[in-house]
């Protein structure tokens, strides 16, 4: 029997077929006919039967010798597989050739990359590969292996339990020879033979390895009986944890001391957790946890005991021994008493907190002061005057408030500590509302140590975000300028009950000044200084509005110009040639440029509906990388037009939360303005990748780059990368400014990088992952109804309706149009359609009204509204719907869609 041929690996392949072990009878005979297999089967059995299985691996390279004579091949070697570390190993190799053909830098490979050359996991039956036929560019092995002259290999499986442990890999030199299948049956029954001796082995030395583990832990136990008996008169308590047996061997003075000494040791450990106090023995469990984690051998912990009737300081130390899993098996420590040391520490350190406390207050006074004299920026220096206020009493929070020059308002214009909804509801308030509202007139300090017994601020609605923010105390301190002017307030909250001594009492009565002084000299100085700005910023920004305006318009006229053109012009051929392929194809070039059309005007309107915030997303949860592979799937025929290569690399698992359509928007724009601006045999790459609290999206190319002084404007409307004559694409210079505002609406933000000119450019949206998934509001849709085969256009757009019209009656419909509102109403009431197409902007009466009208009309049978219009913002939607239309359709009117739409209806 031949071997079976197949292709596969880019090259021949030639298949063994498997045996059955039946026959044995037969194939000794057919053993016995071949005398140069005898040799070789005697020359193996030998070498096998002679030597002493401690030499197994000098009996296994003499049978690879053996291999290689007996094939007539230069090389053999024996690959072991690890499907855990998925690796591949060579064992053992034969002497000829050895060092020529493996080195050692090819003697552990991962699997991935011989993955096409030595296919172990489904390694079922030998195989032969010609490597000069083998595509191996991009594997280094292969590519090697062909480099050093090797022209074939065979392949042959080492099976155990029916599972590829391995195989018996021979390389040649020589021309490729087929081999009958004796030579394929010898190689079976070597690799069965070498299979046994491998799995024996690996027995023996797990054997060994199991004795010297036992013999280990008996000497580490007569250890441990010698370690406790010496220590056990010692001071300082000594402890041995054993994890396995779940015990806890203490000496026995320290368990004396605590009231242990007729705990058992495995009741032992729990004892002992139970004497510690609560929260140190919850932060040592952590600890203890994450240097298991780790597999750190050494530790330390401090934490308090209890020791009669009150907890005591004590130091643990050791060491931890761990088992082959890397789990905890033993702990080696000692226990000391350190509530002395503790003593003296703490007091050496109030001490040195109450001078450190001083220094840390002249100097920020000083630096404060010298700020104060400058006051360049009223911003900056009042933000460090509360955070100097905070920071000198040991506050949570804190907030400044002004006077505004009614003489009336207290915004906050400072805080600290507090979140946006503590803001909104008290950033701007009447300071009769407040709890401020005696400090103009009294010129004291407000004091609240305790603000449930203060009545000004237990019966104010302020009390109740105070105490969502677990504020206990607070002070509030008037601000008066030199001038003696009311300014504001300073004000700090501290989150358990505070009393403030005379130093934080002088703190805040030199910032209080400080501020109010900064405040009255500043904001005089601040409002001429915008003012100057903003009339600066004005004119600029008409410059600047003027210049786009200009350019807008002319590449507008250009964009416009050019398929208006092609339309004209297409329409006059209709009117000149009757060939019906070149109607056809002109027709499909008239479609393109209607598109194109289409695709400016939904530019605008989307830029548009943006300053005007009327966007609003439709966020779903859906997976990023199926949206991203789809996007590309659409565009890869017009990369492929321009023979540009597009590739993607999707590392996004899971689903985000997020608009889908308006994401999608976004990708085509980043990706139409690579292939705008990328030359013909380029590249272009999607990627995408999940982050701890956000998404990226990234399109690279090898383009023409973006200048430096481009890529600060270049999200800006109207403005393009080259803005010459020459431009390589159209296009109005919208498309990245629509993806910065869908990007920065969904909460994210998008970037620009480029090396420069002819470098390429990268493009990044950056989304965050919302915390949760809502479900999208849909409106109800209008259950299909039976055929519908009456339609009635109304547009006052008669041309529009005319066509239309044709339009229905080559698909089969009977369609009538009206061109008004009135006129609409009064041919729905006579003519009863089926469906209506009907306008929004109409005249006499407008499509929300007749939509009303004909829903109203009792002798109508219920027909289908479809509105047809160019409002397409999701407000404009929700009108059409609460009118009363079913449909909601964008001019203009896409055939396709619309043919399927009626389909549906049907």
């Not at 053999?76 to 830098?105: F, G, P, R």
């Amino acid at each position: 029997m031949t071997a079976e041929k197949k292709t596969g690996h880019d090259g021949p392949l030639h298949e063994i077929p498997s045996r059955d072990g039946r026959g044995v009878e037969l194939i000794q005979k057919q053993l016995l006919s071949h005398s140069k297999f005898q040799n070789y089967i005697l020359n193996l059995s030998n070498s096998f039967i002679r030597s002493d299985f401690t030499r197994i691996d000098n009996v296994i390279t003499d049978s690879l010798n053996h291999l290689c004579e007996f094939y007539s091949y230069d090389h053999s070697s024996i690959w072991a597989y690890d499907d855990a570390q998925e690796t591949i190993t060579c064992v053992y190799s034969c002497k000829s050739h050895a060092e020529s053909l493996m080195n050692n830098e090819w003697r552990v490979l991962q699997y991935d990359r011989v993955a096409d050359l030595f296919d172990f996991k489904n390694f079922e039956r030998p195989y032969f590969l010609k490597l000069e036929d083998y595509k191996t560019s991009d594997i280094s092995f292969g590519r090697i292996l062909r480099d050093s002259g090797v022209k074939a290999l065979y392949m042959f499986p080492l099976i155990n339990e029916g599972a590829a442990i391995g195989g018996v890999v021979l390389a040649t030199r020589k021309e490729y020879e087929e081999l009958d299948e004796n030579i394929y049956t010898a190689g079976q029954l070597y690799c069965t033979l070498i299979s046994n001796v491998l799995i024996r082995k690996r027995q023996e030395t797990a054997f060994k390895e199991a004795e010297a583990l036992a013999r280990e832990a008996r000497i580490l136990k007569e250890k441990e009986y010698e370690y406790l008996q010496m220590i056990d008169g010692s001071t300082v308590a000594s402890w041995i944890c054993d994890y396995e047996q779940g015990s806890l061997k203490y000496s026995a003075a320290w368990r004396k001391r605590i009231g242990g000494e007729n705990i058992p040791d495995d009741k032992f450990m729990a004892f002992i957790e139970g004497l510690i106090q609560p929260d140190d023995l919850k932060r040592t469990q952590l600890e203890r946890n994450l240097i298991f984690t780790l597999g750190q051998e050494k530790f330390r912990h401090e934490y308090r005991i209890k020791m009669e009737d009150d907890y005591i300081w004590v130091l643990d130390q050791g060491k931890i021994m761990y088992n082959e899993d890397g789990m905890p098996k033993k702990v080696y420590g000692t226990t000391m008493d350190i509530n002395e040391t503790k003593k003296a520490i703490r007091e050496l350190e109030e001490i040195k907190d109450d001078l450190a406390a001083e220094v840390r207050a002249l100097n920020t006074m000083h630096r404060l002061h010298s700020r104060f004299i400058i006051h360049d920026n009223i911003d900056d220096v009042c933000h460090e005057i509360l955070n100097a206020a905070i920071f000198l009493s040991d506050a949570q929070k804190g907030c400044i408030h002004i006077l505004e020059e009614d003489q009336e308002t207290l915004i906050m214009v400072y805080e600290q500590g507090f979140d946006n909804d503590f803001v909104r509801e008290h950033g701007t308030t009447k300071i009769g509302e407040t709890i401020y509202t005696e400090l103009p007139r009294e010129n004291k300090r407000l004091v609240a140590e305790d603000i449930d017994a203060h009545d000004s601020i237990a019966q104010n609605p302020i009390y109740a975000f105070l105490k969502k923010w677990s504020v206990e105390s607070l002070q509030a301190t008037p601000l008066y300028s030199s001038t003696g002017h009311f300014v504001g307030v300073l004000s700090t909250h501290y989150t358990s009950r505070k009393q403030l001594n005379d130093r934080e009492k002088r703190i805040f009565d030199m910032l209080a000044r400080m501020a109010a002084d900064v405040i009255e000299k500043v904001r005089t100085e601040r409002a001429l200084f915008e003012s100057e700005q903003n009339a600066l910023k004005l004119v600029d920004k008409l410059k600047k509005a003027d210049k786009n305006k200009n350019q807008f318009i002319g590449i507008l006229s250009h964009e416009l110009r050019n398929p208006l053109a092609t339309i004209v012009t297409g329409l006059s051929l209709f009117k000149l040639s009757p060939d019906g392929a070149l109607l056809q194809s002109t027709c499909e070039i008239l479609d393109r440029q209607v598109r194109q059309l289409t695709r400016l005007v939904d530019d605008l309107l989307d830029l548009t509906r943006f300053n005007n915030n009327k966007i609003r997303l439709k966020k779903e949860s859906f997976s990023l990388n199926a949206l991203l592979r789809g996007t590309a799937e659409d565009l890869a025929p017009a990369f492929d037009n321009k023979n540009i290569g597009l590739r993607t690399d999707l590392d996004c698992a899971g689903d985000i939360f997020a608009d889908p359509v308006r994401i999608k928007q976004i990708t085509e724009n980043l990706l139409f303005n690579a292939l705008r601006y990328t030359n013909e045999g380029g590249t272009c790459t999607l990627s995408a990748q999940r982050h701890r609290d956000e998404v990226s999206i990234r399109v690279k190319d090898s383009g023409i780059g973006i200048c430096p002084e481009i890529i600060s404007v270049i999200f800006e409307p109207f403005v393009q990368a080259d803005s010459s004559m020459a431009r390589p694409e159209g296009g109005l210079g919208l498309g990245l400014a629509i993806v910065k505002n869908i990007a920065e609406l969904h909460g994210g933000s998008v970037s620009a990088h480029s090396e420069g000119p002819g470098r390429g450019a990268e493009f990044t949206i950056r989304l965050p992952l919302a915390a949760g998934v809502a479900a999208g509001d849909k409106p109800p849709e209008t259950p299909l109804q039976d055929s519908r085969r009456n339609i009635l256009f109304i547009d006052d757009n008669r041309d529009f309706a005319e066509i239309i019209c044709a339009l229905m009656t080559e698909w089969g419909y009977a369609a009538a149009y009206a061109t008004d509102g009135r006129d609409g109403v009064r041919q729905a009431a006579e003519t009863h359609p089926d469906v209506i197409f009907c306008d929004i902007g109409l005249p006499w009466m407008n499509g929300y009204d007749v939509a009303k009208k004909i829903r109203r009309a009792s002798d109508l049978q219920r027909p289908v509204l479809i509105a047809l219009t160019g409002y397409v913002s999701d407000r404009d939607r929700e009108m059409a719907l609460e009118a009363g239309f079913d449909y909601h359709m964008a001019k203009p009117l896409d055939a396709e869609m619309l043919r399927a739409l009626l389909s549906r209806l049907e």
